[in-house]
C-alpha cells in the first residue's frame, strides 16, 4: 500500500482544504484537478465559480427576481448557469456514478509504482467513505445500486490501497458485508482481472482471456474487431495481461489482503473451481451453456498454448494497445481501457519511458473532485454533450438572441469549432477504427471517437448558433459541416437505425458470450432510438439550410432511419433509452424525430400511443420519475420521487407531439418551476444515466440544458395553445 493514513470515520468535511483546488481547462476542453500548496499560489490563480460550485462552495449569488412565467425561470436559469461556463467557452462537469472505475485507477497505478499527491488519495478515500451504501457498509456497481462483491471487494482494495488500515470502522464492515456476499472469490470477472493484476487473486481463477483470437481472419464473424468498441478495448489489454500472467511483486501488504478478502485460506482455494463462481448479488447475464463449454476448451489449450503462436498474438495485441494510445494521445477509449494500457505499457517500456509519462498525464483527466471527494469518471468528461443540448436549448427559447448572452455562445461556438474532428485516425483501418473526419466526438477532440449522436448533437448546435441566430460569425465552413453529414451516412444500418460508435459489425448471436455477467448487450452494436434521432433531426435541419448537398440520400437516410424507430416502439408506447433513464429519456427523442418527419398526435397513432403512455406515468405533482432499475428490467419502474430532468424530457416529448391540452404540460412545467432556487438553479436529484443496462452514470449538467429548454419550449408552445395557433 502508499503510506498509512489517518482517516476519519466519517467523510462528510472534506479530509484537504478545499479552497485550494482548482479545475484546469485548457487543450481543447481537457480537465484537471490542482491542490495549490502555497498561499501565493491561491493568490495568484483565484478559485472560480466553476470551481466552487463542482466543489460544493456556495457561490452566494444574489435571488433574482421570482419569475413570473416559464421563460423568465428559463432566463434565471441560464443567468445562473453562465457562471459555470468555463472561459474556453464549454461546460465542464462531474461525470461519475460508476463504483468500479476507482479501483482500477487505484489498482493500475500502484502496481506500476505510479503514485498521487497525498491530497488526491485523502479525498479518493473520502469519496469512497461517502458512497458507502449505509446499511450495509458495502459497495454497489454505481453510487446507487445495492452491495455487490464487484462493488465491495474492489473499492475495500482500493481503500486499502490509497493507505486506510484493515481495522477502520467502514473496512471492517465493508469486509463483512464482502463476506456475506461470498467474498472476493464470487467477483464477476472484471473483479477477478484487477485482484489477479494485484496478486491476490490466481491467474487460474480466471477464464481464459486468449490473445490469439486477434489473429483470426477478419471475415469470421466472431472476430473481436466486430465486437462493441469498449468490449473490444477492453479485452485487448486484458488479453494481454492475461497472457503474460501478469502480476505485481509479493509483499507483506498483498499477503495481509489475500487474508482479508476470502472466506477460507487463500493457499487452499481451488482456483479453477472460482472461474464461475459469481455472487448473487452481481449476476445480471449469466453465462450461456455454449459459452461455459468455449471456456472449458480454451482452458485446455491454455494448457498446451503453443509458445510461439502466444506471442505472436501478445504482440499483436500489444500492437494494437500502442496504436490505440497513440491515437488517442493517451486518453485512449474509456476509463477501463485507459488504466489497463498504463499497465502494459508500464510493463513493456518502463517508468522511465515516453509513454508511462503520457499515461501518468493523462491518467489526471479522469480525476474528478467533487464535494464528496475524488471520484474516477465515465470518460475524460462530457463537454460535447453538455454543450451540444444547452447551445440548442438557448437557440430554441430565444435566450440565444438576449444581448447578455451573446459573449457567451460566442465562447460557445468557438469551443464546438475545436472540437470538431478534422481528419481520421493516425493509424486508421489498422487499428479497425471508423471514420471520423467531420465527427463529434463524446468528451474532447483529442479523445477522438466518432459517435453517431454526438455528431448529430454537434453538428445541430453549430448550425443552430450560426445559421439562427442573427449576427453569429460563421467560423465553422459549409465544407465541414458537409464533413459532418458524410460520416453520418457511413453509420446506418441495414435496419435503418444508428449504433453508437461504428456499424454494428457482429451478429446478434454474440451476446451469448458476453463474459461480463454484470452488464447487458456488451458484445455488439445494437441501434438506439437515442442515436438514430440525432441524427435524424440534424440531417433535416442540415437539408433546411444546405438544400443542395446530397439532400435525395438525406431523405432517404430518414426515411429508412424512422422506419427504425418506428420498428422500435414498444407496444405500450414508449421507447426504451440505452443511455439515459430510461422511457422518458428515449421517448423524448423519439417524438422529436417523429415530429421532424410530419408525425403528431393529430396524424399519427403511434404518437397518440407515446403520449398515452406517457400521460399514464405522471404523477399528482405533475412530474414523472423513473427508476434507474426500468433500465435494468426493461419496464417502467417508478422513482421514489418525481424528478426534474425527466418532468422535463416528458414534457418535451409531450410539445414534439404537439399534444393539444396544455393542462399536463403546464403541471410538469408548475413542477420544474416550484423546483428551481432562488439563485436560479436547480438542486441535484437522482442519477440520470446508464449504460450496458445496469450501470448508472450521472450528467449532473442535465438539470440546467433541459429545464431551461423545457421552459423555454413551453413558454412558446402554452402561449400558442392559448391563442388557439
Ligand atoms: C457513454 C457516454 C455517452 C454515450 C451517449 C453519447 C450518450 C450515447 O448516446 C452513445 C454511447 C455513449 C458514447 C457512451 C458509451 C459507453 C460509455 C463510454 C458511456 C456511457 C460513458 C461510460 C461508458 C463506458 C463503457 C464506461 C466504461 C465501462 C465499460 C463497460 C468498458
Same mark, same amino acid.
Given at each position: 500500500?502508499?503510506?498509512?493514513?489517518?482517516?476519519?470515520?466519517?467523510?462528510?468535511?472534506?479530509?484537504?482544504?478545499?479552497?485550494?483546488?482548482?479545475?484546469?481547462?485548457?487543450?481543447?476542453?481537457?480537465?484537471?484537478?490542482?491542490?495549490?500548496?502555497?498561499?501565493?499560489?491561491?493568490?495568484?490563480?483565484?478559485?472560480?465559480?466553476?470551481?466552487?460550485?463542482?466543489?460544493?462552495?456556495?457561490?452566494?449569488?444574489?435571488?433574482?427576481?421570482?419569475?413570473?412565467?416559464?421563460?423568465?425561470?428559463?432566463?434565471?436559469?441560464?443567468?445562473?448557469?453562465?457562471?459555470?461556463?468555463?472561459?474556453?467557452?464549454?461546460?465542464?462537469?462531474?461525470?461519475?456514478?460508476?463504483?468500479?472505475?476507482?479501483?482500477?485507477?487505484?489498482?493500475?497505478?500502484?502496481?506500476?509504482?505510479?503514485?498521487?499527491?497525498?491530497?488526491?488519495?485523502?479525498?479518493?478515500?473520502?469519496?469512497?467513505?461517502?458512497?458507502?451504501?449505509?446499511?450495509?457498509?458495502?459497495?454497489?456497481?454505481?453510487?446507487?445500486?445495492?452491495?455487490?462483491?464487484?462493488?465491495?471487494?474492489?473499492?475495500?482494495?482500493?481503500?486499502?490501497?490509497?493507505?486506510?488500515?484493515?481495522?477502520?470502522?467502514?473496512?471492517?464492515?465493508?469486509?463483512?458485508?464482502?463476506?456475506?456476499?461470498?467474498?472476493?472469490?464470487?467477483?464477476?470477472?472484471?473483479?477477478?482481472?484487477?485482484?489477479?493484476?494485484?496478486?491476490?487473486?490466481?491467474?487460474?481463477?480466471?477464464?481464459?482471456?486468449?490473445?490469439?483470437?486477434?489473429?483470426?481472419?477478419?471475415?469470421?464473424?466472431?472476430?473481436?474487431?466486430?465486437?462493441?468498441?469498449?468490449?473490444?478495448?477492453?479485452?485487448?489489454?486484458?488479453?494481454?495481461?492475461?497472457?503474460?500472467?501478469?502480476?505485481?511483486?509479493?509483499?507483506?501488504?498483498?499477503?495481509?489482503?489475500?487474508?482479508?478478502?476470502?472466506?477460507?485460506?487463500?493457499?487452499?482455494?481451488?482456483?479453477?473451481?472460482?472461474?464461475?463462481?459469481?455472487?448473487?448479488?452481481?449476476?445480471?447475464?449469466?453465462?450461456?451453456?455454449?459459452?461455459?463449454?468455449?471456456?472449458?476448451?480454451?482452458?485446455?489449450?491454455?494448457?498446451?498454448?503453443?509458445?510461439?503462436?502466444?506471442?505472436?498474438?501478445?504482440?499483436?495485441?500489444?500492437?494494437?494497445?500502442?496504436?490505440?494510445?497513440?491515437?488517442?494521445?493517451?486518453?485512449?477509449?474509456?476509463?477501463?481501457?485507459?488504466?489497463?494500457?498504463?499497465?502494459?505499457?508500464?510493463?513493456?517500456?518502463?517508468?522511465?519511458?515516453?509513454?508511462?509519462?503520457?499515461?501518468?498525464?493523462?491518467?489526471?483527466?479522469?480525476?474528478?473532485?467533487?464535494?464528496?471527494? @475524488?471520484? @474516477?469518471?465515465?470518460?475524460?468528461?462530457?463537454?460535447?454533450?453538455?454543450?451540444?443540448?444547452?447551445?440548442?436549448?438557448?437557440?430554441?427559447?430565444?435566450?440565444?438572441?438576449?444581448?447578455?448572452?451573446?459573449?457567451?455562445?460566442?465562447?460557445?461556438?468557438?469551443?464546438?469549432?475545436?472540437?470538431?474532428?478534422?481528419?481520421?485516425?493516425?493509424?486508421?483501418?489498422?487499428?479497425?477504427?471508423?471514420?471520423?473526419?467531420?465527427?463529434?466526438?463524446?468528451?474532447?477532440?483529442?479523445?477522438?471517437?466518432?459517435?453517431?449522436?454526438?455528431?448529430?448533437?454537434?453538428?445541430?448546435?453549430?448550425?443552430?448558433?450560426?445559421?439562427?441566430?442573427?449576427?453569429?460569425?460563421?467560423?465553422?465552413?459549409?465544407?465541414?459541416?458537409?464533413?459532418?453529414?458524410?460520416?453520418?451516412?457511413?453509420?446506418?444500418?441495414?435496419?435503418?437505425?444508428?449504433?453508437?460508435?461504428?456499424?454494428?459489425?457482429?451478429?446478434?448471436?454474440?451476446?451469448?458470450?458476453?463474459?461480463?455477467?454484470?452488464?447487458?448487450?456488451?458484445?455488439?452494436?445494437?441501434?438506439?432510438?437515442?442515436?438514430?434521432?440525432?441524427?435524424?433531426?440534424?440531417?433535416?435541419?442540415?437539408?433546411?439550410?444546405?438544400?443542395?448537398?446530397?439532400?435525395?440520400?438525406?431523405?432517404?437516410?430518414?426515411?429508412?432511419?424512422?422506419?427504425?424507430?418506428?420498428?422500435?416502439?414498444?407496444?405500450?408506447?414508449?421507447?426504451?433509452?440505452?443511455?439515459?433513464?430510461?422511457?422518458?429519456?428515449?421517448?423524448?427523442?423519439?417524438?422529436?424525430?417523429?415530429?421532424?418527419?410530419?408525425?403528431?398526435?393529430?396524424?399519427?397513432?403511434?404518437?397518440?400511443?407515446?403520449?398515452?403512455?406517457?400521460?399514464?406515468?405522471?404523477?399528482?405533482?405533475?412530474?414523472?420519475?423513473?427508476?434507474?432499475?426500468?433500465?435494468?428490467?426493461?419496464?417502467?419502474?417508478?422513482?421514489?420521487?418525481?424528478?426534474?430532468?425527466?418532468?422535463?424530457?416528458?414534457?418535451?416529448?409531450?410539445?414534439?407531439?404537439?399534444?393539444?391540452?396544455?393542462?399536463?404540460?403546464?403541471?410538469?412545467?408548475?413542477?420544474?418551476?416550484?423546483?428551481?432556487?432562488?439563485?436560479?438553479?436547480?438542486?441535484?436529484?437522482?442519477?440520470?444515466?446508464?449504460?450496458?443496462?445496469?450501470?448508472?452514470?450521472?450528467?449532473?449538467?442535465?438539470?440546467?440544458?433541459?429545464?431551461?429548454?423545457?421552459?423555454?419550449?413551453?413558454?412558446?408552445?402554452?402561449?400558442?395553445?392559448?391563442?388557439?395557433?
Amino acid at each position: 500500500m502508499y503510506s498509512v493514513l489517518d482517516i476519519p470515520h466519517s467523510g462528510s468535511q472534506p479530509f484537504t482544504d478545499y479552497s485550494r483546488w482548482r479545475l484546469l481547462c485548457n487543450d481543447g476542453g481537457r480537465h484537471t484537478w490542482h491542490y495549490l500548496e502555497t498561499d501565493e499560489e491561491c493568490e495568484a490563480w483565484p478559485q472560480n465559480s466553476v470551481d466552487k460550485y463542482w466543489i460544493g462552495i456556495p457561490l452566494n449569488l444574489p435571488a433574482l427576481p421570482k419569475p413570473q412565467n416559464p421563460l423568465e425561470a428559463a432566463r434565471n436559469g441560464y443567468t445562473f448557469y453562465k457562471h459555470l461556463q468555463s472561459d474556453d467557452g464549454h461546460w465542464a462537469g462531474e461525470y461519475g456514478g460508476p463504483m468500479f472505475l476507482l479501483p482500477g485507477l487505484v489498482i493500475g497505478s500502484y502496481v506500476t509504482g505510479m503514485s498521487f499527491k497525498k491530497e488526491e488519495r485523502l479525498e479518493m478515500i473520502r469519496y469512497l467513505l461517502n458512497r458507502v451504501n449505509p446499511e450495509d457498509g458495502g459497495w454497489g456497481i454505481h453510487i446507487e445500486g445495492h452491495s455487490t462483491v464487484f462493488g465491495t471487494a474492489l473499492n475495500y482494495v482500493a481503500m486499502r490501497i490509497l493507505g486506510v488500515q484493515a481495522d477502520h470502522p467502514a473496512l471492517v464492515k465493508a469486509r463483512g458485508t464482502l463476506h456475506k456476499l461470498g467474498g472476493a472469490a464470487a467477483s464477476p470477472a472484471w473483479g477477478k482481472f484487477w485482484l489477479a493484476v494485484l496478486n491476490v487473486y490466481d491467474w487460474e481463477g480466471l477464464n481464459p482471456v486468449p490473445a490469439e483470437l486477434w489473429l483470426l481472419p477478419d471475415w469470421l464473424p466472431f472476430h473481436p474487431h466486430r465486437w462493441w468498441i469498449h468490449t473490444r478495448t477492453v479485452y485487448i489489454p486484458m488479453s494481454y495481461l492475461y497472457g503474460i500472467r501478469y502480476k505485481m511483486e509479493e509483499n507483506d501488504f498483498i499477503r495481509s489482503l489475500r487474508e482479508e478478502l476470502y472466506l477460507k485460506d487463500y493457499y487452499s482455494i481451488n482456483w479453477p473451481a472460482q472461474r464461475n463462481n459469481v455472487s448473487e448479488a452481481d449476476l445480471y447475464s449469466p453465462h450461456t451453456t455454449i459459452f461455459d463449454l468455449i471456456n472449458k476448451v480454451l482452458g485446455a489449450y491454455e494448457s498446451c498454448s503453443i509458445p510461439s503462436l502466444r506471442n505472436a498474438a501478445l504482440k499483436r495485441a500489444y500492437e494494437l494497445i500502442v496504436l490505440e494510445d497513440e491515437n488517442t494521445q493517451y486518453q485512449t477509449l474509456g476509463p477501463v481501457s485507459k488504466m489497463m494500457n498504463l499497465i502494459c505499457r508500464a510493463h513493456v517500456e518502463g517508468p522511465e519511458s515516453e509513454a508511462y509519462k503520457q499515461h501518468a498525464i493523462k491518467r489526471q483527466d479522469f480525476m474528478w473532485l467533487g464535494q464528496e471527494g @475524488m471520484m @474516477m469518471c465515465g470518460t475524460n468528461g462530457s463537454q460535447l454533450w453538455d454543450i451540444g443540448f444547452i447551445t440548442q436549448a438557448l437557440v430554441e427559447t430565444g435566450l440565444a438572441k438576449e444581448e447578455e448572452n451573446k459573449e457567451s455562445l460566442r465562447k460557445a461556438l468557438e469551443w464546438l469549432d475545436v472540437c470538431q474532428i478534422q481528419d481520421n485516425p493516425k493509424y486508421y483501418e489498422r487499428s479497425y477504427r471508423h471514420t471520423t473526419k467531420g465527427a463529434w466526438p463524446f468528451s474532447t477532440k483529442e479523445q477522438g471517437y466518432t459517435v453517431s449522436d454526438c455528431t448529430g448533437e454537434g453538428l445541430k448546435s453549430v448550425m443552430y448558433l450560426q445559421n439562427q441566430v442573427e449576427g453569429t460569425e460563421k467560423i465553422i465552413s459549409e465544407r465541414r459541416l458537409c464533413d459532418a453529414v458524410d460520416v453520418l451516412f457511413t453509420m446506418q444500418n441495414p435496419n435503418g437505425g444508428f449504433a453508437s460508435y461504428e456499424l454494428v459489425r457482429g451478429p446478434q448471436w454474440l451476446e451469448w458470450l458476453n463474459p461480463a455477467e454484470v452488464f447487458g448487450d456488451i458484445m455488439i452494436e445494437f441501434c438506439y432510438p437515442e442515436c438514430t434521432t440525432s441524427v435524424i433531426t440534424s440531417l433535416s435541419i442540415f437539408k433546411k439550410h444546405y438544400p443542395h448537398y446530397r439532400s435525395a440520400e438525406i431523405d432517404v437516410t430518414i426515411h429508412r432511419a424512422i422506419g427504425y424507430l418506428h420498428e422500435a416502439q414498444r407496444p405500450e408506447g414508449g421507447w426504451v433509452g440505452s443511455w439515459g433513464i430510461c422511457f422518458t429519456y428515449a421517448t423524448q427523442f423519439a417524438l422529436e424525430s417523429l415530429a421532424l418527419a410530419g408525425e403528431n398526435y393529430g396524424n399519427s397513432k403511434s404518437v397518440q400511443r407515446a403520449c398515452k403512455f406517457l400521460l399514464d406515468k405522471q404523477r399528482a405533482d405533475g412530474g414523472w420519475g423513473e427508476s434507474y432499475k426500468s433500465c435494468e428490467k426493461v419496464m417502467w419502474i417508478e422513482h421514489a420521487n418525481s424528478q426534474v430532468v425527466q418532468t422535463c424530457w416528458a414534457a418535451m416529448a409531450l410539445m414534439y407531439a404537439s399534444y393539444p391540452d396544455p393542462e399536463p404540460i403546464e403541471k410538469a412545467v408548475k413542477l420544474v418551476m416550484s423546483r428551481q432556487l432562488p439563485d436560479g438553479s436547480w438542486p441535484q436529484e437522482a442519477i440520470e444515466g446508464v449504460f450496458n443496462k445496469t450501470c448508472a452514470i450521472s450528467y449532473p449538467n442535465f438539470k440546467f440544458s433541459f429545464p431551461i429548454w423545457m421552459l423555454g419550449r413551453a413558454h412558446k408552445y402554452l402561449g400558442q395553445l392559448e391563442r388557439g395557433s
